[in-house]
């Protein structure tokens, strides 16, 4: 054994292991030695937020969030902000409406978009009329399309902001959606890892940040949709299929005699070596979210499984989200899923619809009508459902819904030369879109903001998609002005505005 | 977060731009050069047309007489026109430099330091307050300082550039050391020191072989280490010459050159062409050879034109079999678009609809580029032993036309070609280099594969059987008369491939031939008779026992064969009769050709002349290009970050000098692969510890000026490999056809042979971010429970704990201590600290006079697999 070197020792000053220790094992999140093995798992429902060091900032008015996401852009047009005039100038050239100069003004358009001269896009002028109906839904009269009749009638449950606006004119958007920075910038922290970082999990034997459905596809931001960047691989969401038989694999171990006892203890013999070994190397990221993911991985071969398994939901319910309708089957599951993951806990349930390997299903270029009003019915009743379900159970306070997309679609119709197919489709809009919101204390039956007489721009009380960031963050008890990492330049606009006006 | 879709971010660009604005715009190579030439000093203000232009929007302009230039533009306008008429052009950012001390608006302030400002060189009205003056100075030192760093111009030939001076010469090994030493002096970062040597051996296993060191192999050199200065200089020799090399780099290239198997499906060219594992085995092979970098890009693109008879080089051309989608276009779009990300690190596939938007590449460039592939297409060469293309053969291309029929498509729409003329061949003309066409002239055997050798023996091999396993004499005569058939046919394809046809001979030998087939055809007439009456006989012996068995069903069955078999009687004899009258009449030389695929006997040249120009030395590209896929995989990070974008839309390189002077090293030393290896495994950046340092971190968190090894995860790949190389498992026969996907868990050969397609991934390699079967030009690093339960509960890991558990047991005699040295050390590289020593012992159980419990044993080594240190390369 000669020369071997009992550690790598020759690394760092030995005056400085001591403070390493600390720090690593205050980033893993537990002691060493000394402990029980089977102690190293937290139980239910025991919050972990120091292990971040950051504890809440505000009180909190919501505890977990549902953030739905549909791929591709969805028209605000024909979802939650109408817009007669489009039906009144149909046909016509936007430069023969009273609001030309206003809309067209190229300053106002370049205004938003990062590096312009790379997103040069045509305007597309011949305004096409609304492809579907609006009607009035409850006590608050909220006008929803005729494509989203369950959501209508949340009405009244429903925060609508018309305003939002978004720097990039194509699908990189789903990236900036999620981290407010283009997607050339590279990857940076999702809302869904800041609050997975600043809160922690309140329950360890589930991720704290899930993401159900598949995410982006490679060219609109991919895993960096749900990424955490330099916040480091712990923080990232965790995929995980609905279907109670494998939502994971190799969920069960191939040796079929290794009782769950002897894995715990194996488990924890794991938690235990990784930390001696990582007091060398105590800022290593990777470790620590392995660390973790260990931790969460032996929880997970039980938790995982029944959380899918939606045996013990009524047939009420499960008729509620449309899970006996083939339409809705597949997104009802997810909504399900989702409000069985916050009910246990989870901070952040990012929920994908529309994956199409590209720039997602929901991007109508052409035939709007039949593709929107396709995928609308796939959704609409599985949302309405879970607010529902959330509000008769008393979840809704405590859970804020958020549905959105990367930008809206553009009034005028899209011109294709020369292809049967044109005009009728409507291309990405980044200057005015809506998100829709419900319960996590925001206010109920309210429209907030609103886009110009075409939908064009957000005109007032315009909100960078970082201000949607803000809010939630706010809703949860976190200030994103106090969420950085030190040497890690946050810009003024990753922080965003909360939108004080929504918030009950 | 550094990964295999990097790539995102450079295609994003390229498809949102299918329409372009209608109005003058200042050109985007303008506007980036301006960019360029100011980095980081541009003021925000500055991204604005008004700093060469009268108007800050060009609204509604047509030309430039609508949208004049200010005086500054003008100036820059003047300065270029003159230096085009005088000798080379200048570039923007030249301009820009050489107008730096002028004042072109002559408001007193000099354009540069107008343009640091912010405020407009070409506009007296627009200048800086007096205020700023303290302000500007200072920008303009520190620009100074800026404009002299190393300039990377990676569209310029690579000039080999002097290797820095650095204070610190104790440290440096080899120039690697001297340029990254240079910046971690400019950055006051200092270097980590060498990694304990066990450490460092497992480094280098895995990075350059992909397998662990066993633990004997970890003693004998820590204990060399001390002795022997040159035990780590051998131990790289060794392992550059192991066959696993080629197997580990092999995958890394495949990932570049986006290797796929084929997906299976009947005889379509799916993901790839059936067979394609004849190309990654000539990978595997041809990186042990070390052959040049550059002869293998050449054999990939052209081999069939350059060497048309070498079977074994043909293989390459595998890389032009590579594809997924049904539509040729997309064919075309995807061979273009990766050979040119992938060997120049340009997205040429953005020049599909409009012109280039950050690089020098034009849409009419991009057709031409697409012509170079137009004509080629793929089939299967026939192997020695196997007739059935389905079964074995080598996927290949060729051409299969000598005329051009590439059209420009109007904004890259298939529907919209403009057919007045054809695009030629060429390549980007910004780029340089001499890109020839020459026609090829292929061999004989080439063009018509199945006159080889070999493929006639396995024909008279396939009917001499025949012949030996007749039923009867008249079968045992047909099968013997198509012997002479398939002879008399060889001999005569010879004699025309040598322009015999029509002579004497050539006419006795058809009049033979002739004679022969209609002897053979009446041979297999009667053949026929004989079976169809056996057929009757049959069928009227079912009639009589389903009769006897009063089987209904039965007998109404063996009635209609009958019925049948009686007709086919009369059609054979028909056949025999007129078999008969063929033999009898007069004999001419219309013999019946052997069925055989003929293709041409030339080749375009185009992709021959397109490789040459690819591998051209001055080719600015393809050497930068090849050293950064390499340095990224023994650094996990590229000195330029986008390894498929070297253009305006990609990141900076943080060490250009370096990736210039190691490009001008490669091909220096002939595209040695393996040279640069070693040069970059010796450095002492490359023996740095990979544990963090405070200070250092503070200044450059991300590590990007290598101020330590980067702590890498292995490859999903080499989780698999590991478990079955340390456990004694891997079998390590190389090559072969792949393996299926579905038993990754059970076959114990490499994961660089099991199927990787499309939709037939492999699942546990795929956990730890395993490579997409489209494209990957980078890896991606995530941490997920998912890799947890993966390596817990596979049965990779439940088998290769109970296998390795026996050996180690026996070896230790199952004594605790020993055990767990000897566990560490096997599964990861190195010593427990007394701590884990502990740990373990504590698990473990029992004392220290018994042999531990084998069952203990084996959860230890399990628990081993688990942790962290097994999937980290330190």
């Known amino acids: ?369 039949a593709r929107h009003s396709n995928l609308a019915m796939q959704v609409d009743q599985p949302i309405a459902g879970l607010i529902k379900d959330l509000k008769r159970r008393g979840l809704l306070d405590e859970t804020l819904v958020v549905v959105g997309s990367e930008f809206g679609r553009t009034p005028g119709a899209e011109v294709r030369n020369g292809r049967s197919d044109s005009a009728t489709g409507r291309d990405h809009h980044p200057h005015g879109f809506n998100v829709i919101m419900a319960g996590g204390g925001l206010k109920r039956g309210i429209v907030h903001g609103a886009t110009d007489e075409l939908g064009f721009h957000a005109a007032e009380n315009r909100h960078y998609v970082t201000d949607l960031h803000a809010t939630v963050l706010h809703q949860l008890g976190l200030d994103t002005r106090r969420l950085e990492i030190p040497g890690r330049k946050r810009l003024e606009r990753d922080f965003g505005e909360v939108m004080h006006d929504i918030i009950a | 977060m550094i990964h295999c879709r990097s790539r995102r971010v450079n295609f994003f660009a390229c498809f949102v731009l299918w329409i372009l604005p209608g109005v003058a715009n200042a050109t985007p190579a303008n506007r980036q050069g301006l960019l360029q030439y100011l980095g980081r000093f541009r003021s925000e203000r500055l991204d604005s047309c008004a700093v060469c232009h009268l108007r800050a929007k060009p609204d509604g302009a047509e030309s430039l007489d609508e949208f004049p230039h200010n005086a500054f533009g003008d100036r820059l306008r003047l300065i270029g026109e003159e230096a085009a008429e005088n000798g080379p052009e200048l570039t923007i950012q030249e301009r820009l430099a050489r107008t730096a001390e002028e004042d072109s608006d002559g408001d007193g302030v000099s354009n540069l330091r107008e343009l640091l400002a912010g405020t407009s060189p070409g506009s007296a009205k627009d200048k800086p307050v007096a205020a700023e003056s303290e302000r500007i100075e200072k920008l303009l030192a520190e620009f100074a300082e800026y404009s002299e760093r190393y300039q990377w111009r990676p569209f310029k030939p690579v000039v080999r550039p002097d290797v820095p001076d650095v204070k610190l010469t104790a440290w440096t090994r080899n120039p690697i050391d001297r340029f990254v030493a240079a910046q971690h002096e400019a950055r006051g970062l200092s270097p980590q020191l060498s990694a304990a040597p066990e450490i460092l051996l497992r480094r280098v296993y895995l990075d350059l072989i992909g397998l662990s060191p066993t633990a004997d192999e970890v003693r004998t050199f820590a204990a060399a280490f001390e002795t022997n200065p040159q035990a780590y200089d051998e131990v790289v020799d060794r392992l550059l010459d192991d066959p696993a090399y080629g197997e580990r780099w092999g995958r890394h290239w495949m990932d570049v050159w986006r290797y796929s198997d084929w997906a299976g499906y009947r005889d379509a060219l799916r993901d790839s062409q059936r067979h394609i594992w004849h190309w990654r085995d000539w990978i595997i092979e041809s990186l042990n050879d070390d052959k040049p970098y550059d002869r293998m890009l050449v054999e990939m693109m052209a081999a069939d034109e350059l060497v048309p008879e070498d079977t074994d080089a043909i293989r390459a051309t595998g890389y032009l079999a590579r594809h997924y989608y049904a539509n040729r276009d997309q064919w075309m779009d995807n061979v273009v678009k990766h050979t040119t990300q992938g060997f120049l690190g340009i997205t040429v596939g953005c020049a599909k609809c409009h012109d280039h938007m950050f690089d020098p590449i034009t849409q009419r460039e991009y057709y031409s580029m697409r012509a170079i592939f137009e004509r080629y297409n793929v089939r299967t060469d026939r192997v020695p032993g196997v007739l059935d293309t389905m079964k074995a053969g080598i996927p290949r291309a060729y051409d299969n036309a000598l005329t051009t029929n590439t059209w420009f498509l109007e904004a890259g729409d298939e529907r919209r070609p403009v057919k007045d003329e054809p695009i030629p061949a060429g390549v980007p003309t910004s780029l340089g280099g001499v890109f020839a066409v020459q026609q090829v002239s292929l061999p004989r055997l080439a063009a018509k594969p199945d006159r080889r050798d070999f493929v006639r023996q396995d024909l008279l091999a396939e009917a001499e059987t025949t012949s030996a396993n007749a039923k009867d004499s008249t079968a045992k005569q047909a099968a013997d008369s198509k012997v002479a058939v398939l002879r008399a046919q060889f001999e005569i394809e010879d004699l025309e491939d040598t322009g015999g046809e029509g002579s004497d001979e050539w006419i006795a030998k058809a009049k033979d031939l002739v004679k022969l087939q209609r002897e053979s055809a009446f041979l297999d007439a009667q053949v026929k008779v004989k079976a169809t009456e056996a057929a009757v006989s049959k069928s009227t012996e079912d009639i009589a026992k389903a009769k006897a068995d009063e089987d209904k069903a039965s007998e109404t069955k063996a009635k209609t064969s009958l019925t049948t078999a009686k007709k086919n009687v009369d059609a054979a004899k028909k056949s025999l009769a007129a078999a008969q009258k063929a033999v009898d009449a007069d004999v001419t030389t219309k013999y019946e050709s052997r069925n055989q695929s003929i293709y041409l006997d030339k080749s375009n040249g185009r992709r021959l002349a397109f490789a040459r120009w690819v591998t051209a030395k001055e080719n600015p590209l393809t050497a930068r290009v090849a050293v950064n896929h390499i340095w990224l995989r023994h650094f996990g990070q590229g000195i330029v970050p986008t390894p498929n974008e070297f253009g305006g839309n990609g990141r900076e390189p943080t060490h250009p000098a370096l990736l210039d002077w190691l490009a001008a090293e490669f091909t220096d030393q002939g595209w040695s692969m393996k040279k640069l290896h070693k040069l970059i495994v010796m450095s002492t950046t490359y023996r740095m510890s990979s544990r963090v340092d405070t200070a250092n971190s503070t200044i450059d968190p991300d590590n990007r000026f290598l101020w330590k090894m980067p702590t890498r995860r292995m490859e999903g790949e080499l989780v698999r490999d590991n478990l079955l190389h340390i456990s004694g498992r891997l079998d390590r026969t190389m090559g072969g056809a792949d393996i299926d996907n579905k038993l990754a868990q059970k076959s114990v050969r490499r994961s660089v042979y099991l199927r990787h397609a499309h939709e037939k991934l492999v699942e546990f390699v795929q956990i730890f971010d395993g490579p997409s079967v489209s494209e990957c030009y980078m890896r991606e690093t995530s941490v997920k429970p998912h890799q947890a339960l993966a390596l817990a509960n596979s049965p990779l890991t439940v088998e290769g704990s109970r296998a390795l558990v026996a050996v180690l047991h026996k070896k230790t005699d199952g004594r605790p201590e020993q055990f767990i040295e000897e566990a560490y050390l096997t599964i990861l590289g190195r010593q427990p600290l007394p701590e884990e020593a502990a740990l373990c012992r504590n698990f473990l159980g029992g004392d220290s006079t018994r042999p531990t419990d084998a069952g203990r044993c084996e959860k230890l080594i399990t628990v081993l697999f688990n942790h962290n240190d097994f999937v980290a390369i330190r």
């Open chain 1, 1 to 369: 054994m000669h020369g071997i070197h009992k550690s790598q020792s020759r690394g760092s000053a030995r005056s400085a292991s001591e403070k390493s220790r600390r720090t690593f094992l205050g980033d893993t999140g537990m002691g060493l030695t000394g402990l029980a093995l089977s102690s190293i798992f937290f139980k239910d429902g025991v919050a972990q937020a120091a292990s971040s060091g950051n504890s809440p900032h505000l009180e909190a008015q919501a505890k977990s969030v549902i953030w739905i996401f549909f791929i591709g852009g969805l028209s605000h047009l024909e979802s939650f902000d109408p817009k007669p005039a489009l039906n009144k100038y149909a046909g016509k050239s936007i430069e023969d409406t009273p609001f030309a100069a206003d809309v067209l003004d190229k300053d106002k358009i370049n205004e938003n978009l990062l590096d312009p001269s790379k997103q040069t896009r045509e305007v597309f002028k011949a305004i096409m009329p609304l492809q579907t109906g609006y009607r009035r839904h409850g006590d608050c009269g909220l006008e929803v399309s005729d494509w989203f009749p369950h959501m209508g009638s949340c009405a009244d449950d429903l925060c609508v902001v018309r305003s939002m606006w978004t720097i990039d004119n194509n699908h990189g958007a789903q990236l900036t959606y999620h981290t407010g920075r283009k997607i050339s910038e590279g990857a940076f922290p999702t809302v869904g890892a800041w609050v997975s970082y600043g809160l922690g999990s309140a329950n360890k034997n589930l991720p704290e940040f899930v993401v159900l459905g598949n995410p982006s596809a490679d060219c609109c931001g991919a895993a960096w949709t749900h990424g955490s960047s330099y916040l480091g691989p712990k923080y990232a969401g965790v995929r995980l299929n609905v279907d109670a038989k494998q939502p994971l694999s190799f969920v069960r171990s191939a040796n079929d005699k290794l009782t769950i006892e002897e894995q715990r203890e194996m488990f924890g013999l794991v938690g235990q070596l990784n930390r001696a070994a990582g007091i060398q190397y105590p800022d290593d990221k990777e470790l620590q979210a392995r660390i973790r993911s260990y931790e969460l991985a032996f929880q997970m071969q039980s938790t995982v499984p029944e959380v899918m398994d939606f045996e013990s939901e009524t047939k009420d319910t499960q008729q509620l989200y449309g899970l006996d309708q083939s339409a809705t089957k597949a997104f009802g599951a997810k909504c399900l899923a989702a409000r069985r993951l916050a009910e246990r806990g989870v901070r952040f349930i990012q929920l994908f619809h529309g994956y199409t390997g590209s720039a997602g299903a929901w991007d109508s270029h052409i035939g709007i009508k």
